[in-house]
């Protein structure tokens, strides 16, 4: 890719992971009867999340699905992250400054892509951990052509299970965050059922608008921190494919009679419950005793051996 021609620290990393898949680091994952395993914000136990470094390390490590969070720029460029912020995951205080919003946060729709590329984005702040620095904001599209890439040298078929952040905050923004990421995936190949992806969102309406407003045939997934009631599982159902639940939610109603995986179960809609982290005692247990469809994780290597584990069982 062109693009890496500029040589920042999470591009060169990037390149590393990625020559990993040379030497046999990743396999990949062909049986569709298997749960997935999903690269939550890439590999990101690893590297600072939604780096083009940490999605490249989460392909290198076999992860099926790799998670990129959506939110729009000031000139309506999509870009990778979680936070609809920069606080937390760049210099931008340092950097600029003076533009902070009355709340004192720096927002990624008051700047431009042109901005953005200027931040040095960092992670790895964990206890014991070093501040790594010099890695930069990813657009959207340079995460799509990544896996694209990867998918054509290696012969894999890795997926992405995009979440769209706030809609509706975006909204009242002035942008249409839902008719943006279906105009981005349309112009990358996804447009069937059958691709390899799955659009998520913790807000139904933004799902039901991908559905029947933009005709959108792939999967839709609804997100969700809170109980779901059988109400909301039957609206959900009825255009959606899968919940993504907050593992608690899975772990809480694991000794009911109909836990939340069976009553999903029950009404067709997958699980992938979310989120774990270096567990892998945890994530063979989603695997083995809950049963769902698939695991977001920080760590995909440890995700993979698990899923492994708990195949022999």
């Known amino acids: 890719m062109a693009r890496w021609k500029h040589a920042t620290r999470g591009g060169i990393l990037a390149l590393v992971a990625c020559a990993a898949i040379g030497v046999g680091q990743a396999s990949a994952h062909d049986d569709p009867a298997s749960p997935l395993v999903i690269a939550h914000r890439g590999a990101s136990g690893y590297l600072p999340e939604h780096t ?3 999605y490249a ?3 290198a490590q076999g992860a099926d699905l790799i998670e990129p969070d959506v939110v729009a720029t000031n000139d309506g460029v999509l870009v990778c ?3 609809l912020t920069l606080d937390r995951t760049t210099d931008v205080a340092q950097r600029f400054p003076e533009r902070a919003r009355e709340d004192g946060k720096f927002y990624i729709i008051d700047f431009t892509l042109a901005e953005l590329k200027t931040l040095s984005k960092h992670g790895g702040v964990r206890e014991g951990e070093p501040l790594a ?3 930069q904001i990813a657009t959207l599209d340079e995460m799509l052509a990544l896996v694209d890439r990867l998918n054509h040298r290696t012969g894999r078929s890795v997926g992405i299970i995009p979440e769209m952040k706030s ?3 975006h909204e ?6 839902v008719r943006g990421l279906h105009a981005a995936l349309s112009a990358h190949g996804y447009n069937a059922r059958t691709d390899p992806a799955i659009v998520q969102c913790f807000e139904l309406n933004a799902l039901r608008r991908m559905r029947v407003e933009m005709g959108c045939d792939l999967r839709l997934a609804y997100l969700a921190g809170d109980e779901i009631s059988d109400a909301t599982l039957d609206e959900v159902a009825s255009f959606c494919d899968a919940i993504g639940p907050s593992r608690k939610l899975v772990e809480d109603d694991a000794g009911a009679s109909l836990g939340l995986v069976e009553r999903a179960h029950a009404r067709g809609l997958g699980v992938y419950p979310y989120t774990i982290d270096n567990e892998p005692d945890a994530a063979r247990r989603f695997f083995g005793r809950h049963h769902v469809e698939g695991i ?3 760590y995909p290597d440890v995700g993979v051996a698990a899923r492994d584990d708990a195949a022999k069982e």
């Open 296 to 298: 977001f994780i920080n």
């Open 133 to 135: 620095i010099g890695f």
């Open 172 to 177: 009242e923004q002035g942008f249409d965050l």
């Open 52 to 54: 083009l470094a940490a």
């Open 167 to 169: 809609p509706a905050w």
């Open 57 to 59: 390390m989460a392909y």
């Open 81 to 83: 992250s979680h936070d």
